[in-house]
């Protein structure tokens, strides 16, 4: 359950040539048995909105469709399109070749977003000047550097984006307050006539942006080549995640969301295995999540009463073994006294 209270609505990047990729459908291709875009949408379940912005294509929950103007503009064309579908106040931009991506790395966004600067923070870096030749704040858009000690402590970001380990910004792995977003898009069109085939770059250089770090590179791998998709293939099958990446992809093939402690029904399978038969394993946990979905009943209580029986079942086994080897009978308590 998340703690998170932004109200946000979820925009992802779904267009795009991959050329790199010979120009294949790179959201439908899949890691781990599951499309890429449906990877990114089960990262923001809670959104309020979720809009998809390219072809229509299957997509694990239901989304709003819309399409760039012209088709093939770039991600701000895209930005501007998907926008125009989305009422929050805050909007989380994704790509949609995220494989990586999580719940948890996104809420991180959303929080850093919706926070005030807690120190000062380094200026945007100054865009190429436009017909009016000042920024939003009036400093002049020349080229004439920012001072970087400008004092931002107490202004609202106006947004956040994740930070790589190699010191790259991801402008597609973040969230933007609406408004200031909305603000940089129409400023851009107003002095180039359209938003088609400009850079990313333009529209963050003049944004208040907090950078979220992703130390590890994972959140914001993305999958722009056959080797990065390969990567990502073989990654998900690491000896320390593949258990989670298969019960993770296990739960969305079966439509349920439900908290799964591995650990806990991997020790029950050991002990069925070992305490009654080896088939007894998978039986066991069969029947744990049948009683589990039918009764409502709490999937942990489950597993430690069948636990305890697997126990009893050895108990008794290793009673009748020593037994055998004494060649005598097995003593009870509750044995009936000799008349």
């Known amino acids: 359950m998340s703690d998170h ?8 990047l779904a267009g795009g040539a991959a050329r790199r990729l010979g120009g294949a459908d790179k959201p439908a291709l899949s890691v781990g048995g599951r499309p890429l875009l449906d990877r990114v949408l089960a990262a923001c379940p809670d959104a309020a909105r979720t809009v998809v912005v390219g072809p229509g294509r299957p997509t694990v929950r239901p989304v709003v469709r819309a399409l760039e103007d012209p088709p093939g503009g770039g991600p701000l064309a895209a930005l501007e399109a998907g926008l125009r579908h989305t009422t929050a106040p805050v909007v989380l931009v994704l790509s949609a070749d995220l ?7 996104v809420h991180r966004l959303l929080a850093s977003a919706t926070a005030p600067a807690t120190a000062t923070a380094p200026a945007p870096a100054p865009a190429p000047a436009d ?35 190699s010191g790259r910004d991801q402008p597609l792995v973040a969230a933007y307050r609406a408004g200031p977003l909305r603000r940089e898009l129409a400023r851009l069109r ?11 770059r333009a529209l963050w250089t003049e944004l208040l942006l907090a950078r979220v770090p992703d130390a590890p590179s994972t959140a914001s791998f993305d999958c722009d080549t056959w ?14 995640t593949v258990l989670d990446e298969w019960i993770t992809a296990v739960k969305a093939e079966l439509g ?47 597993s430690d009463r069948a636990a305890a029986l697997a126990h009893r079942w050895a108990a008794e086994a290793e009673e009748s073994e020593g037994a055998a080897r004494s ?13």
């Open 99 to 105: 494989p990586f991506l999580t719940a948890e790395t």
């Open 256 to 302: 349920i969301e439900l908290d799964v402690d591995a650990a806990a029904l991997l020790d029950l399978a050991r002990d069925a295995a070992h305490g009654v038969a080896r088939p007894a394993a998978p039986l066991t946990t069969f029947l744990i999540g049948y009683a589990a979905g039918r009764q409502g009943r709490d999937v942990q209580e489950l």
């Open 227 to 240: 080797e990065d998709l390969s990567a990502a293939r073989a990654r998900i099958r690491e000896h320390g």
């Open 131 to 165: 017909a009016s030749g000042q920024g939003r704040d009036g400093t002049p858009r020349d080229g004439t550097p920012y001072d970087d000690g400008m004092p931002y402590e107490g202004t609202p970001y106006d947004g956040a984006m994740l930070h790589d380990a």
């Open 327 to 339: 060649g005598g009978a097995v003593a009870h308590d509750d044995a009936k006294p000799a008349e």
């Open 190 to 200: 107003a002095g180039h006539g359209t938003l088609a085939g400009l850079p990313l």
């Open 5 to 12: 209270t932004t109200v946000y609505d979820a925009l992802v």
